[in-house]
């Protein structure tokens, strides 16, 4: 691409502890894969894998490093005492779902990281990036400490980028990210419109979903619209259908992606589909171009079962786009049949579908879009990013080399208790922020 502006998409490196512990209420993978065991090597091997094939032709492409797991600090926190070996130990006799939870390797999901505003839509010519809160899920809620440091080693010029305070950690303020936000555009150089889609208002309102939790708030959505200085004209507020939530679709990035114009998303997406359309295109200063896949073609079961919508949309120089879809996709006839039949086919600019196997992330309950942060940046906002953090050849090797050295083929549940995957996940991460240049982000760096 020539153009100045570029999203950059910023994957999360799968940790050394991935594994299948089934602790996400409401994401029907997760639950129903809990307790197989995984192959951290092979995760984090089919997550740069997927980064490289889209460096290769063209797409600018970043990492962000996972989370120190486990997080011993959090079950001393939590009163269990003693060494290393002995916290582990008393926590798997006493409280294996703990265990669990401070070792899940969640993170590598970084459409959940943060909420980002990029420069062209702010007032102040800032980068702007709120981390999630992601108080919904024990798990979650332990990582948002670690990635603002992240993101602000990473994108630390004051200058240009603006760091937020993460919410706060209560049911009202629920916030889980990019995956229920997303930025409509002409290209990404040019203003545009923040879609914020939530779950529940937490004070009063709208009826919500019964089976399973909405995760994220219109409180939280409008706080952060504050923080990142989005006036009305540039968003609109959308409650996500209840019963496409208690189906399964615990973000909306699991039922509608947008990209540009375009706004790819199943008919079930939006409590009012209408008014979430008339809105967007009363303030969208290019016309609006809906992609609806009704659910006579694809179920919400099947939408949920191969992550249709959970695909990256990614633009291409002469105007049309990419779709990227796990293989599921391609597994399903009815899915794979819509993908040529109603989007390649139809009149929309999307164009291609790369097909990718994520196999050990889907399992977990997250596809090509959980895995990667969107960040429009300028020529001169890339060049400002602290560290070595955009893949090319050689990070793409350094990395995996990396894996290989520290990475685990299996982990089975039993296997976390182990003082040792504890020890060796700290000497990988340790390794990974002098590769990476970021400096002391973990909190066993900054004791």
Not at 86 to 110: F, I
Not at 240 to 254: C, E, R
Not at 255 to 275: Q, T
Not at 359 to 365: A, E, L, P, T
């Amino acid at each position: 691409m020539s153009e100045a502006v570029r999203e950059v998409n910023f994957d999360g490196l799968v940790g050394p502890t991935h594994n299948y512990a089934g602790l996400a209420h409401g994401n029907v993978a997760s639950m129903r894969h809990g307790g197989l065991t995984a192959n951290p090597r092979e995760a984090a091997l089919q997550g740069l894998d997927k980064m490289k094939s889209l460096m290769e032709v063209g797409y600018a492409q970043g990492v962000l490093p996972p989370q120190q797991r486990p997080d011993l600090g959090a079950l001393r926190d939590l009163g269990f005492t003693g060494d290393d070996a002995s916290v582990l130990a008393r926590a798997a006799e006493e409280a294996p779902q703990l265990l669990r939870a401070v070792c899940s390797a969640s993170s590598m999901w970084t459409a959940n990281a943060a909420t980002v505003t990029p420069s062209a839509d702010a007032s102040d010519g800032r980068v702007h990036f709120t981390a999630a809160n992601l108080q919904s899920s024990f798990h979650r809620y332990l990582e948002p400490r670690t990635t603002a440091r992240v993101l602000a080693a990473m994108f630390h010029d004051p200058a240009r980028f603006a760091h937020h305070p993460v919410l706060p950690a209560t049911p009202a303020f629920s916030d889980e990210g990019a995956a229920n936000h997303t930025r409509l555009c002409a290209t990404h150089g040019e203003p545009g419109v923040h879609l914020f889609v939530y779950g529940r208002q937490a004070f009063g309102g709208q009826h919500g979903p019964t089976r399973y939790p909405a995760r994220q708030t219109l409180e939280a959505s409008q706080a952060i619209a504050r923080q990142h200085g989005l006036s009305d004209a540039q968003t609109v507020f959308a409650q996500q259908n209840p019963d496409a939530i208690d189906a399964g679709v615990f973000h909306n990035d699991v039922i509608a992606v947008g990209n540009g114009p375009v706004l790819l998303y199943h008919d079930m997406a939006f409590r009012d589909e209408d008014a979430t359309l008339d809105a967007l295109r009363a303030r969208m200063a290019t016309p609006l171009i809906p992609v609806r896949v009704p659910s006579e073609a694809v179920s919400l079961e099947d939408a949920v079962s191969t992550y249709l919508f959970n695909s990256q949309l990614l633009s291409n120089p002469d105007g049309s786009m990419t779709l990227v879809v796990p293989g599921e996709c391609q597994e399903n006839e009815t899915v794979w049949r819509t993908i040529q039949d109603l989007l390649l086919a139809g009149y929309n600019p999307i164009s291609e579908v790369l097909v990718k196997d994520v196999k050990q992330s889907m399992r977990n309950g997250g596809g090509p879009a959980c895995l990667r942060l969107r960040v429009a940046l300028s020529s001169a906002e890339r060049q400002a990013l602290g560290g070595r953090v955009l893949l090319d050849e050689a990070l793409h090797g350094d990395l995996t080399a990396w894996v290989e050295r520290h990475y685990r083929d299996r982990l089975a549940p039993e296997d976390l208790a182990d003082p040792q995957l504890a020890q060796d996940s700290l000497t990988a991460l340790d390794e990974l922020t002098q590769l990476l240049g970021i400096g002391a982000v973990y909190p066993f760096q900054l004791v």
